[in-house]
């Protein structure tokens, strides 16, 4: 069982930065990977960036070069530094980790970007 508590998630401008961050219960070295998804009304869930236990990071195309995934081994926590948001980035924002052959999610944070 992995608990993730996600926080970090508000309104701001285009333009403006953000940072989520999701606290695991369980080593981030037991979870492989772990990751930001997001879903916007009406539409599917979707990959936003992933870390691998060994560190790797890979992104969605349309996040490259402006969102970063980073973690903190010792506080077992993942990040998500969100920079030059878009209104279409607006979603809630799920944490999700694969810890052995099962899928845990955070309770969500929403992020709007709006003038």
């Known amino acids: 069982q992995v608990q993730l508590v996600e926080s970090g998630g508000g309104l701001v401008q285009p333009g403006g930065s953000l940072r989520l961050s999701c606290a695991a219960s369980?080593?981030?070295?037991?979870?492989?990977?772990m990751g930001w998804y997001r879903q916007a009304p009406g539409k599917e869930r979707e990959l936003v960036a992933a870390?691998?236990?060994?560190?790797?990071?890979n992104y969605a195309d349309f996040v490259k070069g402006r969102f970063t995934i980073s973690r903190d081994i010792v506080k077992n926590t993942v990040y998500l530094q969100m920079n030059s948001l878009k209104p279409e980035d607006t979603a809630v924002y799920y944490c999700?980790?694969?810890?052995?052959?099962?899928?845990?999610w955070g309770q969500g944070a929403q992020v709007t970007v709006s003038s």
């Open positions: 999700n980790a694969r810890f052995t052959v099962y899928d845990y």
């Open positions: 369980v080593s981030l070295f037991s979870i492989n990977p």
């Open positions: 870390i691998t236990n060994g560190g790797s990071t």
